[in-house]
Each structure stands twice: as structure tokens, then as C-alpha cells.
């Protein structure tokens, strides 16, 4: 059964029309009331915001259309304040205590009473409640909650992180009370039901500093056509985490594990995410197991899921895998004979699986991914490439083809659950693609039912071309966001009709869910959601809007978790680049705006901003058909790919910015990464230069060979004169 929304396209609100919603500041002043689907957003001008902050809920009425159908809107009403600790560094000016937010969509400083500095120093990072919201007229007043550290402190950046995107890292009291009760061991009772599958030759594959191990594979041959076994057992969570128990709210509240460079906030407790739902080696577990018959062209022909209790035989990395398959008789393998057997069959079945994924026509584009390295106090060591190799993309096969399973197993019973949905490029984002394509010398004709081969097609075309990651990225980036959902609408960008989230329930609740489902529909039941009932139409229709609910809850938080392990990335590459002010870098332009060309540094892999004011003395275009910044006097351009000299000129580390100017090195200095530099590659500098020095001499040509204006007013008089010499 494939479920459809039956939401309508969303109107704009007609003027006058009053709006609620949830008020969304801009670090410009202005701001938008959120209108969740119903219509295009709200726009606040900035001096209504005076009176509001970012996150309360309000009331607004729109005053304006715009030629453009966009309605601009005047605050009414301050339904809600936000109650929630604001996070800012504190400062003393001329005598009066103010918080500057750490968050930039907050406009206002906080005015802080010297009886609520809590002790703490100017400088500090600390949290703040208000006492009194903001007026009209008046600064919104508060009092120091918590003191988070002096701006230099190591992990701050995490602590500000937690508290600025309001990421619930502290478990309760109940929750780490029902954790400490559970046993430290399997019991017997426990393994009722269960298959026995302890001897089997299971193994996890995972990173180097990965803690919790919530997938193990095996595979062996099947059939006389040269197929596949492939088994995928997954932690069974469910078995522990009940609906509406303690741990269970938590882990919706979280809805997913959080990663920041040196630090995890995990969704559930320790001792279950490292202990009891971790599949260690060498010891017992409980596993929830997609059992499938893969052919050799690559299709799962069958499949089956059943509880388990397994031992995982061993503990490998990526690094280790990938090493094995390379060498079947070097050190790695030596060490690992009596495994390579069952390497070499999962191998076998990721390739299988691979040409099925090429047959379908998945997108694979290849987008740069970094890794910071960190050192004992936090700070960046340095930025690597990410470099996936054969054991990433295995594992990652094997993950896909059960999460397959899952959806179809659900989806086949007409069971509600939640489903991984990403949908293709609106028509908008078509055009805007091509556009951009073009603007790059690719011309493409992509129709206007867009498939996913389509676009992979594109990738492979332009996999040889020195800015692949530039147009790869601007391939992913016409791609609609992925969401959980309860409407079935397939997955894009992996070209499949149905798909989910079956793999990983220690860190994402999606997949805990699916996994309760999965085990209901296996004792012959429905999982009902607490506090419902599976019967009736309309008890039916309740149930899929509870879906529909968690599914928009577990999508923000999912988002919410990425917004904030990027803000402490860019904390940490602030911090990197404040000890680099004055160096010069060879860079690509990895995007282009209005107000400047953005530029990711090359072996460093950091991106900042070379505003529109250092590109020149003159007025630069933007064409965003093009995606480019165009010199109106001398044409000069600057697109996506174009490679920079670029200079380290200012990081600001509350904002998040690091900001470059164009290198122009001085006469007999070197330059500080010359090395890095082709010497024969004139920089943007030189050749703007070298088109005024053109643009000059042109002039110098052209008045050569036309009279002056004084040499016209003097020509009669001349000839006068040789009229009188010759009489």
C-alpha cells in the first residue's frame, strides 16, 4: 500500500490575514514567522522585533505583499515566550553588565542587574534566564544561571553547542535508574524464542573510534547460480527500551545520537549503547536479523526476519577490511585466516549488490568529506580527507539491502510506520541545475521527469573534470531534504520505491520504531503508539497523524543534531585559523553570492569569505543563472571551480567566520606557501592588473591617432599663420 499526503499546495496568506506561529530571528535584525506548511514564511521586518525573540510564539497580521506573492507582516501578540536559557559571553561596558548572545538570530544584548553576574568574570560564557522579556523601548533584563567557562577552555565549544541548539544531554533521574537495573549478562529467559545463531561467523566493521557496534554481517554462497546468503543482524534495542517507560522518553526526546569531534551524546545510556546493545566480540547478544537471498545479478530473491541471540567472532575496522581484500596473504590477513573466507564471500555480495545499484541508476556523487583530528586539549590538529574504500561501501550495501527489506516487509502487511523519504529536484531547482551547468560549459538537457540515473549519469560524465567536487556538490544540492515520514513516497536519491531505517536503533528512534513494528507484525500483531487504538477508520486516521507527528519531530532533531556538530566544527576551524592571520592559500571557489565568492583552502580544507569589497575597485554582478560575480568595467569573473590566491584576513570566532582578501605579494617578499602555488598561474590579482594595464594602453593607442581636444582648438590659428608666410 504506497500512502500519499493529501495536504494541499500551501496559499499565501491574504493581506490583513492574521498568522501564528513560531518566531525565527536573523542575524540582519529581521525576522520570520514560521508558518510549519501553510504558506511561504512571515517576514518581520527588524523594527518589530524589538519586542520579540528568537524562538517565542506569536501573533502577526500581514500588512504587505510583495511583487513577489511574499507577505511582510506586523507582530500583534506574544503568545509564548521562549523559556529556555540563552548562552552569550559576558561583557562590562562603562560600567553596566550585558550579555552578548552566542546565538546571532538573538539581536539584543541582555542587561544584567551586578546582583546577577552569579561571580563571573567579563569574557565568560555563561547561561541566562530572563527576568524581564523585551519591550518596545526597553532591553530584555536577565540573571546568570550557570558559568560555562572562560572562551578558551577546552570541549566550551561542545558546552555552548548543547545549550545553543537546546540538545537534551543530561538523562534523567528515572532513566538512568531503569538502566542501572538491567542485567550485565544475557539471562535465560531472555533467548526465548529466539534463534540460535552463536555459531555463526558474524563480525562488525566499523571506524577506528567507533564505541558502539550495532550491525554484524555474514555471507555465504547459495545456490548453484552463484548467489548469496546475506545476513544482517542488528541489536535488538526494542528488547530493552520499552514504549512508554523512562528510557524510551528520553530516547524520543533525543530522537538521535549527536556526534561532535571528541564526544558523543549518545540517545540512550551508556551501558546500553557500549554494553548490552553493543555487539562486542565475543560475546552473547540479542539481534533482530534480516535474513536474505541475494542472486548473483544482485537481487534480493528472498527474505525473512526473525529475533536472534548471536557472538560476534570479531571486531574489524574499515581499514583492516580493505586491507584484507587487497591482500588476501599479507599481515592483516595472517592474522585474520580463519575470517578472509567469509571477507572474500561478503565481498563477493557487495559486488553483486553494487551492479544492482548501478542498474538502478543511484546517485553516487563524490563529495569531498573531512575529518578533524583533534589533540588532548580539543583543539584541531589537523583536517583530513574522509577517503571511503571498498570496506565502507560493503558494509554500507549490506545496510541498504536490509533497510530495503524492512520497508517492503512493513509496507506488504499495510502496517504504519515511519519511512525514509527523499524526494527528486522540484522544477525550480531543475532549472536553477542546468543553469548552473551551463554556466560551467556542461550542457545538459535534463527532463523534466527527472530520474536518479539522470543525475548519476551527469556525475560520471564529470567525475574526470578538475572541479568534480563543484559540480558534484551542485547536483546534491538540487536534491530535496531527506524526512521520516508515515507517506510512503520512495527514496530518490537511492532509486528505490520504498525504503527505511532499520539499522541502527541505538542511535536513531526511526529505527527503533521500525524494529517494534517488525517484531509486532512476526507475533502476529499491530504496534499500536501509546495511548491509541488500531481500530475503526478514524482511530486508523489518528494513528497515521501520530506517525505523521513523530516523524516531523524525529526530522527537526535529526537536523537540529547536524546544525550543531556543524557549529562546532566551524568553532574548531575558527580557533585553527586565528593562528594562520597573514598566511596565504591556494583555494577553490566553492560557491558564489551576491555579497562575495566563498573559498575552500586547498590541504586545509577550510572554507571562508572573500567579500565582494576585496575583489576589486569596481562593481561586481552577481548572475545567479551562472552562479558567478562579473566585473562591470573589466569583466573579470569570478564562478564556481575558479582557483584563488587568497590571504587569511579575519576570523571572527563568535560569528563563525573566517574571511580572506586577495594575496598581492610584495616586491622581493616571498610568499609565506609559496610552495603551493604554480609560479606560472597568474593569481586573480595579477590578472586584473594585467586587464587595466590592457585597458590603458587601448586609450593611450586610440588617442594617439585621434587629435586632442586642444590640438583641434589650435589647428585655425596654425593655418592662419601659413596663409600670411606664403603671401
Same mark, same amino acid.
Given at each position: 500500500?504506497?500512502?500519499?499526503?493529501?495536504?494541499?499546495?500551501?496559499?499565501?496568506?491574504?493581506?490583513?490575514?492574521?498568522?501564528?506561529?513560531?518566531?525565527?530571528?536573523?542575524?540582519?535584525?529581521?525576522?520570520?514567522?514560521?508558518?510549519?506548511?501553510?504558506?511561504?514564511?512571515?517576514?518581520?521586518?527588524?523594527?518589530?522585533?524589538?519586542?520579540?525573540?528568537?524562538?517565542?510564539?506569536?501573533?502577526?497580521?500581514?500588512?504587505?505583499?510583495?511583487?513577489?506573492?511574499?507577505?511582510?507582516?506586523?507582530?500583534?501578540?506574544?503568545?509564548?515566550?521562549?523559556?529556555?536559557?540563552?548562552?552569550?559571553?559576558?561583557?562590562?561596558?562603562?560600567?553596566?553588565?550585558?550579555?552578548?548572545?552566542?546565538?546571532?538570530?538573538?539581536?539584543?544584548?541582555?542587561?544584567?542587574?551586578?546582583?546577577?553576574?552569579?561571580?563571573?568574570?567579563?569574557?565568560?560564557?555563561?547561561?541566562?534566564?530572563?527576568?524581564?522579556?523585551?519591550?518596545?523601548?526597553?532591553?530584555?533584563?536577565?540573571?546568570?544561571?550557570?558559568?560555562?567557562?572562560?572562551?578558551?577552555?577546552?570541549?566550551?565549544?561542545?558546552?555552548?553547542?548543547?545549550?545553543?541548539?537546546?540538545?537534551?544531554?543530561?538523562?534523567?533521574?528515572?532513566?538512568?535508574?531503569?538502566?542501572?537495573?538491567?542485567?550485565?549478562?544475557?539471562?535465560?529467559?531472555?533467548?526465548?524464542?529466539?534463534?540460535?545463531?552463536?555459531?555463526?561467523?558474524?563480525?562488525?566493521?566499523?571506524?577506528?573510534?567507533?564505541?558502539?557496534?550495532?550491525?554484524?554481517?555474514?555471507?555465504?554462497?547459495?545456490?548453484?547460480?552463484?548467489?548469496?546468503?546475506?545476513?544482517?543482524?542488528?541489536?535488538?534495542?526494542?528488547?530493552?527500551?520499552?514504549?512508554?517507560?523512562?528510557?524510551?522518553?528520553?530516547?524520543?526526546?533525543?530522537?538521535?545520537?549527536?556526534?561532535?569531534?571528541?564526544?558523543?551524546?549518545?540517545?540512550?545510556?551508556?551501558?546500553?549503547?557500549?554494553?548490552?546493545?553493543?555487539?562486542?566480540?565475543?560475546?552473547?547478544?540479542?539481534?533482530?536479523?534480516?535474513?536474505?537471498?541475494?542472486?548473483?545479478?544482485?537481487?534480493?530473491?528472498?527474505?525473512?526476519?526473525?529475533?536472534?541471540?548471536?557472538?560476534?567472532?570479531?571486531?574489524?575496522?574499515?581499514?583492516?577490511?580493505?586491507?584484507?581484500?587487497?591482500?588476501?596473504?599479507?599481515?592483516?590477513?595472517?592474522?585474520?585466516?580463519?575470517?578472509?573466507?567469509?571477507?572474500?564471500?561478503?565481498?563477493?555480495?557487495?559486488?553483486?549488490?553494487?551492479?544492482?545499484?548501478?542498474?538502478?541508476?543511484?546517485?553516487?556523487?563524490?563529495?569531498?568529506?573531512?575529518?578533524?583530528?583533534?589533540?588532548?586539549?580539543?583543539?584541531?590538529?589537523?583536517?583530513?580527507?574522509?577517503?571511503?574504500?571498498?570496506?565502507?561501501?560493503?558494509?554500507?550495501?549490506?545496510?541498504?539491502?536490509?533497510?530495503?527489506?524492512?520497508?517492503?516487509?512493513?509496507?506488504?502487511?499495510?502496517?504504519?510506520?515511519?519511512?525514509? &523519504?527523499?524526494? =527528486?529536484? @522540484?522544477?525550480?531547482? #531543475? *532549472?536553477?541545475?542546468? $543553469? %548552473? !551547468?551551463?554556466?560551467?560549459?556542461?550542457?545538459?538537457?535534463?527532463?523534466?521527469?527527472?530520474?536518479?540515473?539522470?543525475?548519476?549519469?551527469?556525475?560520471?560524465?564529470?567525475?574526470?573534470?578538475?572541479?568534480?567536487?563543484?559540480?558534484?556538490?551542485?547536483?546534491?544540492?538540487?536534491?530535496?531534504?531527506?524526512?521520516?515520514?508515515?507517506?510512503?513516497?520512495?527514496?530518490?536519491?537511492?532509486?528505490?520505491?520504498?525504503?527505511?531505517?532499520?539499522?541502527?536503533?541505538?542511535?536513531?528512534?526511526?529505527?527503533?520504531?521500525?524494529?517494534?513494528?517488525?517484531?509486532?507484525?512476526?507475533?502476529?500483531?499491530?504496534? &499500536?503508539?501509546? =495511548?491509541? @487504538?488500531?481500530?475503526? #477508520? *478514524?482511530?486508523?486516521? $489518528? %494513528? !497515521?497523524?501520530?506517525?505523521?507527528?513523530?516523524?516531523?519531530?524525529?526530522?527537526?532533531?535529526?537536523?537540529?543534531?547536524?546544525?550543531?556538530?556543524?557549529?562546532?566544527?566551524?568553532?574548531?576551524?575558527?580557533?585553527?585559523?586565528?593562528?594562520?592571520?597573514?598566511?596565504?592559500?591556494?583555494?577553490?571557489?566553492?560557491?558564489?553570492?551576491?555579497?562575495?565568492?566563498?573559498?575552500?583552502?586547498?590541504?586545509?580544507?577550510?572554507?571562508?569569505?572573500?567579500?565582494?569589497?576585496?575583489?576589486?575597485?569596481?562593481?561586481?554582478?552577481?548572475?545567479?543563472?551562472?552562479?558567478?560575480?562579473?566585473?562591470?568595467?573589466?569583466?573579470?569573473?569570478?564562478?564556481?571551480?575558479?582557483?584563488?590566491?587568497?590571504?587569511?584576513?579575519?576570523?571572527?570566532?563568535?560569528?563563525?567566520?573566517?574571511?580572506?582578501?586577495?594575496?598581492?605579494?610584495?616586491?622581493?617578499?616571498?610568499?609565506?606557501?609559496?610552495?603551493?602555488?604554480?609560479?606560472?598561474?597568474?593569481?586573480?590579482?595579477?590578472?586584473?592588473?594585467?586587464?587595466?594595464?590592457?585597458?590603458?594602453?587601448?586609450?593611450?593607442?586610440?588617442?594617439?591617432?585621434?587629435?586632442?581636444?586642444?590640438?583641434?582648438?589650435?589647428?585655425?590659428?596654425?593655418?592662419?599663420?601659413?596663409?600670411?608666410?606664403?603671401?
Amino acid at each position: 500500500m504506497k500512502l500519499t499526503s493529501a495536504a494541499e499546495t500551501p496559499v499565501a496568506p491574504g493581506l490583513l490575514q492574521e498568522v501564528s506561529g513560531i518566531l525565527q530571528g536573523h542575524r540582519d535584525g529581521h525576522g520570520f514567522v514560521l508558518l510549519q506548511g501553510q504558506g511561504p514564511d512571515l517576514y518581520i521586518p527588524s523594527n518589530e522585533m524589538r519586542a520579540a525573540l528568537h524562538g517565542d510564539e506569536v501573533r502577526a497580521r500581514v500588512v504587505r505583499i510583495d511583487k513577489r506573492g511574499r507577505p511582510e507582516g506586523r507582530i500583534l501578540e506574544i503568545l509564548n515566550r521562549r523559556n529556555r536559557p540563552l548562552i552569550g559571553r559576558l561583557l562590562l561596558e562603562s560600567g553596566v553588565w550585558l550579555v552578548a548572545p552566542e546565538d546571532k538570530r538573538l539581536s539584543q544584548d541582555i542587561l544584567i542587574p551586578k546582583s546577577g553576574t552569579a561571580q563571573a568574570r567579563p569574557g565568560q560564557v555563561v547561561a541566562v534566564e530572563l527576568t524581564e522579556p523585551p519591550t518596545l523601548y526597553a532591553q530584555p533584563v536577565g540573571r546568570i544561571t550557570e558559568v560555562l567557562g572562560d572562551i578558551d577552555d577546552p570541549g566550551l565549544e561542545i558546552e555552548i553547542a548543547v545549550r545553543k541548539y537546546e540538545v537534551p544531554h543530561v538523562f534523567s533521574a528515572e532513566t538512568l535508574a531503569q538502566a542501572g537495573k538491567l542485567p550485565e549478562k544475557l539471562r535465560a529467559t531472555d533467548l526465548k524464542g529466539r534463534v540460535d545463531l552463536r555459531d555463526v561467523a558474524l563480525v562488525t566493521i566499523d571506524g577506528e573510534d567507533a564505541r558502539d557496534f550495532d550491525d554484524a554481517v555474514y555471507c555465504e554462497p547459495h545456490g548453484r547460480k552463484g548467489g548469496w546468503r546475506l545476513l544482517v543482524a542488528i541489536a535488538d534495542v526494542s528488547h530493552y527500551v520499552k514504549p512508554g517507560e523512562a528510557l524510551d522518553g528520553d530516547a524520543f526526546e533525543r530522537a538521535t545520537s549527536v556526534y561532535f569531534p571528541r564526544r558523543v551524546i549518545p540517545m540512550l545510556p551508556e551501558k546500553l549503547s557500549n554494553g548490552l546493545c553493543s555487539l562486542n566480540p565475543e560475546v552473547e547478544r540479542l539481534s533482530l536479523v534480516c535474513d536474505m537471498i541475494v542472486s548473483a545479478e544482485g537481487e534480493t530473491e528472498a527474505y525473512q526476519f526473525y529475533p536472534a541471540v548471536i557472538c560476534s567472532h570479531a571486531r574489524f575496522t574499515y581499514t583492516e577490511v580493505a586491507a584484507i581484500l587487497a591482500n588476501t596473504r599479507g599481515p592483516e590477513a595472517q592474522r585474520r585466516d580463519e575470517l578472509v573466507p567469509h571477507l572474500l564471500h561478503l565481498h563477493g555480495v557487495y559486488k553483486a549488490l553494487l551492479a544492482a545499484r548501478a542498474r538502478r541508476g543511484a546517485v553516487d556523487f563524490d563529495t569531498p568529506e573531512t575529518q578533524i583530528i583533534c589533540d588532548e586539549n580539543g583543539r584541531i590538529e589537523r583536517i583530513v580527507p574522509r577517503t571511503r574504500n571498498e570496506a565502507h561501501r560493503l558494509i554500507e550495501e549490506a545496510m541498504l539491502a536490509a533497510n530495503v527489506c524492512a520497508a517492503q516487509f512493513i509496507e506488504q502487511a499495510e502496517h504504519p510506520a515511519l519511512f525514509r &523519504v527523499h524526494e =527528486g529536484p @522540484t522544477e525550480e531547482k #531543475r *532549472q536553477t541545475l542546468m $543553469a %548552473a !551547468l551551463r554556466s560551467l560549459g556542461i550542457q545538459a538537457n535534463l527532463p523534466e521527469k527527472l530520474k536518479p540515473a539522470d543525475l548519476q549519469s551527469l556525475a560520471q560524465a564529470t567525475r574526470e573534470r578538475p572541479d568534480a567536487p563543484q559540480v558534484h556538490m551542485l547536483l546534491l544540492r538540487s536534491m530535496q531534504q531527506a524526512l521520516y515520514t508515515p507517506y510512503n513516497n520512495g527514496h530518490f536519491g537511492l532509486a528505490y520505491a520504498a525504503y527505511t531505517h532499520f539499522t541502527s536503533p541505538i542511535r536513531r528512534y526511526p529505527d527503533l520504531l521500525v524494529h517494534r513494528v517488525i517484531k509486532s507484525l512476526l507475533a502476529g500483531k499491530r504496534f &499500536v503508539l501509546s =495511548g491509541g @487504538t488500531a481500530r475503526g #477508520r *478514524q482511530a486508523q486516521a $489518528a %494513528a !497515521l497523524g501520530a506517525w505523521e507527528q513523530i516523524g516531523l519531530h524525529c526530522s527537526a532533531n535529526e537536523r537540529r543534531a547536524d546544525e550543531a556538530s556543524r557549529d562546532v566544527e566551524a568553532w574548531l576551524k575558527c580557533r585553527y585559523m586565528r593562528d594562520r592571520l597573514g598566511e596565504d592559500y591556494l583555494g577553490q571557489v566553492t560557491s558564489v553570492a551576491p555579497f562575495g565568492v566563498f573559498v575552500q583552502l586547498e590541504n586545509l580544507f577550510v572554507e571562508g569569505l572573500v567579500h565582494v569589497t576585496e575583489l576589486g575597485g569596481e562593481y561586481f554582478r552577481f548572475d545567479e543563472a551562472r552562479q558567478e560575480l562579473r566585473g562591470e568595467r573589466t569583466g573579470i569573473r569570478y564562478g564556481l571551480g575558479a582557483r584563488l590566491h587568497v590571504q587569511v584576513s579575519r576570523v571572527d570566532l563568535d560569528g563563525r567566520r573566517i574571511e580572506f582578501r586577495l594575496f598581492q605579494q610584495a616586491e622581493g617578499k616571498p610568499s609565506s606557501k609559496s610552495r603551493a602555488r604554480d609560479p606560472a598561474e597568474p593569481t586573480a590579482v595579477q590578472r586584473l592588473k594585467e586587464v587595466e594595464q590592457e585597458s590603458r594602453a587601448l586609450k593611450r593607442a586610440r588617442t594617439e591617432r585621434t587629435p586632442s581636444a586642444e590640438g583641434r582648438k589650435a589647428a585655425p590659428g596654425a593655418r592662419k599663420a601659413a596663409r600670411k608666410s606664403r603671401r
